[in-house]
């Protein structure tokens, strides 16, 4: 069975930065499609950001877009999520998640996704 285990998350002021990091077992990324998802405490989880190699995607949310990058690294099996400009209004709990057959138009939308990691939390403070 996959199996993903989320690191990276903790507590930043506003400005700083942080890189989480996302570690598969038991498949290789760039066969499906990556992607990070958050959801804040009282909030619906939303799709922050989303990669596949096999159609050639990357998904940014509008509320990440120039501040968050996302890589991988195959020899390492794992992906990262890199957190810069952090505002509070990202502090939420981080998952990754793999999608066994991603689909363009709906790269990061949750329901997609097959297999969830346990999530890392992310505090950023004002």
């Known amino acids: 069975e996959v199996q993903l285990a989320e690191s990276g998350g903790g507590l930043v002021q506003a400005g700083g930065s942080l890189r989480l990091s996302c570690a598969a077992s038991k498949f290789t990324f760039d066969e499906y499609a990556i992607g990070w998802f958050r959801q804040a405490p009282g909030k619906e989880r939303e799709g922050v950001s989303c990669i596949s190699s096999v159609i050639s995607r990357t998904y940014y949310a ?15 099996n794992t992906v990262y999520l890199q957190m810069n400009s952090l ?12 999608a066994i057959n991603p689909v363009p138009e709906r790269l990061c939308l949750g329901p997609v996704y097959d297999y969830w990691g346990q999530g890392t939390r992310v505090t950023v403070s004002s």
Not at 62 to 76: A, C, E, L, P, Y
Not at 87 to 98: G, L, N, Q, R, S
Request: glycine share 4%; charged share 25%.
């Open 62 to 76: 509008d509320s990440v877009q120039g501040r968050f990058t996302i890589s991988s690294d195959n020899t390492k």
């Open 87 to 98: 505002k509070p209004e990202d502090t939420a709990v981080y998952y990754c998640a793999v």
